[in-house]
């Protein structure tokens, strides 16, 4: 997996790409973790690019929601392909997040907030 | 087509990794549609950390095999009794609050396939994950259709 990362209309956009699972997953935490910590409140995950997730990324996502929460930022995940729209489906996660079709639309939610 | 391949990979993360590795090799040797490349990658993913986890096993064995239509991975190791079928499922409705993010793995593990099953045979642990492949996945649920945009 890597990670790409862009600025556009004061959100960060994520991209992970390839595999998020329990070799993979502690390099997406520390990359979000330390996105918090630079103050970055307005987040996109674009999963455009990530061919699934296990139960290992669902944890980095699960506590990313939480912070964000915590932090009244905005979050908005987009592009789910069919492999992770499943588990996240399976495992109760899509109510969690507010999921787009598009980046652009997901920019445009969290620039909303 | 009926064939099967052993592969023994060591108990640790660098284990898990090359798991996934024999998995993608057995996957392309075959030529097996992506659905079932990535459902038996999330559950080996989980199957194989929790052995790590718990298990104490030093070796780890992993049986694939293609009888016909069926695709079934059988992992076996020498760690402690442990069946990860017994754990207690978490609560998949919960809201945000109250979400813990245990056990998600092994639900992954039960829905993704068609059969799971876990024996004690002398000190052996076996869990076995079988699927029968389809040429695509179903079409995706519709209780997702309420938090999309399709725009």
Redesign the interface.
Known sequence: MTIEEVRQRGAVVVAPVG?I???TSDRLEQHLVALAGAGERRVVVDFGGV??????G??VL??L??RT?DGKGALALCRLG??V????????F?????????RD?AIARVAAV | MNTSQTVTVPGT?EG??SG?RALDAFVDAHGLP??AR??F??AL??V??NVVRHGGATMIDLLFALDNDVLSLEVTDRGAAFDPLQAAAPD?????DD?R?GG??I??VR??MDAVRYERRGAHNHLTMIWRLRPD?EP??A??KG?????
């Open positions: 595999r699972d329990s070799t061919e699934y997730i296990s139960s290992a669902l944890r699960l506590a929601a939480k929460r069919d492999s729209r499943q588990v996240f489906d399976l495992a109760g899509l109510p969690l997040f507010a999921v787009d079709a598009t639309a | 993360r898990v990794q996934a992506p659905s990535w459902r990658q999330v993913d989980e194989l950390s998949t409705s919960a809201g945000l979400r993010p998600l793995g639900v992954l829905t993704l996945d995706a649920p209780a997702e938090t999309t945009n399709d725009d």
